[in-house]
C-alpha cells in the first residue's frame, strides 16, 4: 500500500490528538526565540537542559495575559500537542501561561548587565560623537553572514564610493567574544572613520556572545567611532548598550554610517541653482557699481576734477588769508588795551601809595582816642562794682546767713536743729538752731 506524505502527517496528527491528553497538566520551561508577531501571536521554543519544543500562542490567548513575555522567562503553560501539517512539525499550542521565574542564561545576562552600568561602562557622556562625514568604514561579523551582504547591498545602493573592509569574526559560540574582540582591535588601529559590528538575528542563546563583559570593556576603549547591529529590534545586547550608536538591524546600521547618493545628488543640484543665481546676483551688482563709475563725470573728464578742486584750493587760500590778516587787526587792538591797562595801573598805583602813607596818622590818633575812652569807661564801671560788691555791705556791720540750700532770706527756710552759718566781713560763724520765732 503506498500512501502520501500528508496523510501520514495526518494520521499521526490523530493519534496524537486524541490520546494525548494534557489536560490539568502544566509544562515548566524556559522560552527561547520568541519572535512576537504582528498578528499578536507568540511563536517560541520552550526548552529544558535535556529538550526543545516549538510552541505557539495565538492572540486571543495573548490578551489574556497579565505580565510582559520575554526571551529566557521561564514559565509554566499549559495547552495541547499539535502537529503542524505543512511542515510535519510537532507543536504545543498554549491556552495559557504562567509566570516562573527567569532562566539561568537571563539571569546572568541582567547581573551583566547591572554590574557594567554601576561601572560607568554605558554612561552617555562617554560615547563619541558621530563623524560629519564617513567615507571608510570597517566591518566585523562572519565572513559568509547574511549580516554583511545586508550591509554591503545597502551600502551599494546609498553610496557606492564608500571605502569598506571586512574584519572576519565568528559571530556565535564560546570562541566569538575573543575573535571579536582581536578583530575590534585590529581594526581600531586602522584608522577607519567608522567601525559596525553586524550580525543577523537568531536566539537569545545565539547573541549571548554578544554579552560577554570583555567584549563590552574592549569596545569602551576603543578610539573610533563604533556603531551596532545586531539581531532584530526587539534584540538588546551589551555590545549594542556600550557602543557608541545602536541601530536596530544591520541594514539599519548601514544606513545610519552611509549617506543616500539620490539625496546627496538632490542637494547638490539645490545648491549649485542657489550658488548660480548668487552669483548672478552678485554680478548684476557689481555691473550696476561699475556703470554708475563709469558713467561719473569725473572719469569722463579727469582734467575738469583737477580744475574743480584746484578752484576749491584757491579760494580756501583766499579765505585763509583774510583770517590771517583779521587775526593780526585782532592782535593788535589786544596789544593797544594791554599797553592803556598797564598805564592806568600804574596811575592808579601812585594815587593809592599817597593816600595810604596818610592812613597810619589817622589810624594810631583814632586808636588812642578809643584808648583813653575805654579807660575812662573802665574806671567808671569798676567805681560802680565795688560800691555795689556785697563785701561792702559786710563792712558796714551787715551779714549773709545760709545753709545747705542757700542764702536764708525767710524764718520759713531753716528749721530747728539745723546747721548755719553767717558770713562776715572778716569771717564766717557757723550756728545751731535752737528755736526760731516768727515777728
Known amino acids: 500500500m503506498v500512501v502520501s506524505i500528508s496523510s501520514v502527517i495526518a494520521r499521526i496528527k490523530n493519534v496524537l490528538t486524541q490520546t494525548m491528553d494534557l489536560d490539568g497538566i502544566w509544562i515548566q520551561g ?91 561602562y554605558f554612561d552617555v557622556g562617554h560615547k563619541k560623537t558621530k563623524p560629519d562625514y564617513i567615507e571608510n568604514i570597517g566591518i566585523i561579523t562572519g565572513a559568509s553572514a547574511a549580516a554583511l551582504q545586508d550591509v554591503l547591498s545597502t551600502i551599494q545602493r546609498r553610496w557606492p ?37 553586524v550580525r543577523g538575528g537568531g536566539s537569545f542563546e545565539d547573541l549571548f556572545c ?48 552611509s549617506l543616500d547618493q539620490y539625496e546627496v545628488s538632490q542637494k547638490i543640484l539645490k545648491n549649485q541653482t542657489l550658488l548660480i543665481n548668487e552669483i548672478k546676483h552678485i554680478f548684476n551688482t557689481y555691473v550696476s557699481q561699475f556703470n554708475i563709475y563709469k558713467n561719473h563725470p569725473y572719469l569722463k573728464d579727469p582734467k575738469s576734477f583737477i580744475v574743480d578742486k584746484q578752484l576749491k584750493l584757491d579760494a580756501y587760500c583766499t579765505q585763509l588769508e583774510h583770517a590771517l590778516s583779521l587775526q593780526h587787526q585782532k592782535l593788535d587792538v589786544i596789544q593797544n588795551y594791554r599797553m592803556n591797562l598797564i598805564s592806568s595801573m600804574k596811575h592808579i598805583f601812585e594815587n593809592n601809595k599817597k593816600h595810604l602813607m596818610i592812613y597810619p596818622e589817622k589810624i594810631e590818633g583814632g586808636m588812642h582816642s578809643v584808648l583813653v575812652h575805654n579807660q575812662n569807661l573802665l574806671q567808671k564801671n569798676c567805681a560802680l562794682l565795688d560800691a555795689y560788691s556785697p563785701l561792702k555791705i559786710l563792712s558796714r556791720g551787715y551779714s549773709i546767713t545760709s545753709n545747705e540750700n542757700g542764702v536764708i532770706k525767710s524764718i520759713q527756710d531753716v528749721q530747728k536743729e539745723d546747721i548755719i552759718q553767717t558770713r562776715l566781713q572778716d569771717g564766717i560763724i557757723l550756728s545751731y538752731v535752737k528755736d526760731k520765732k516768727e515777728e
Not at 172 to 181: E, K, V
Open 210 to 257: 554578544f554579552n560577554d563583559v570583555e567584549l563590552v570593556k574592549t569596545i569602551y576603549d576603543l578610539n573610533t567611532y563604533i556603531v551596532s547591529g545586531v539581531g532584530h529590534e526587539v534584540d538588546t545586547t551589551l555590545c549594542d548598550l556600550v557602543c557608541d550608536h545602536r541601530s536596530v538591524t544591520p541594514t539599519a546600521a548601514a544606513q545610519w554610517v
Open 30 to 120: 524556559e522560552i527561547s526565540n520568541l519572535t512576537k508577531h504582528r498578528s499578536g501571536h507568540y511563536y517560541f521554543s520552550l526548552k529544558d537542559k535535556s529538550g526543545e519544543m516549538s510552541c505557539v500562542m495565538f492572540s486571543s490567548y495573548v490578551s489574556r495575559l497579565n505580565f510582559n513575555v520575554q526571551e529566557g522567562m521561564r514559565v509554566l503553560v499549559s495547552g495541547s500537542i499539535n502537529v503542524y501539517e505543512q511542515r510535519g512539525s510537532l507543536q504545543l499550542v498554549i491556552r495559557q501561561m504562567r509566570q516562573d521565574g527567569l532562566g539561568d542564561l537571563y539571569l546572568e545576562f541582567e547581573k551583566r548587565k547591572q554590574d557594567l552600568l554601576k561601572a560607568g
Open 161 to 197: 564610493m564608500m571605502k569598506v573592509h571586512l574584519y572576519p569574526s565568528l559571530v556565535q559560540g564560546n570562541s566569538a567574544p575573543n575573535s571579536m574582540i582581536q578583530s575590534l582591535l585590529k581594526a581600531d588601529k586602522m584608522h577607519h572613520d567608522a567601525l559596525l559590528i
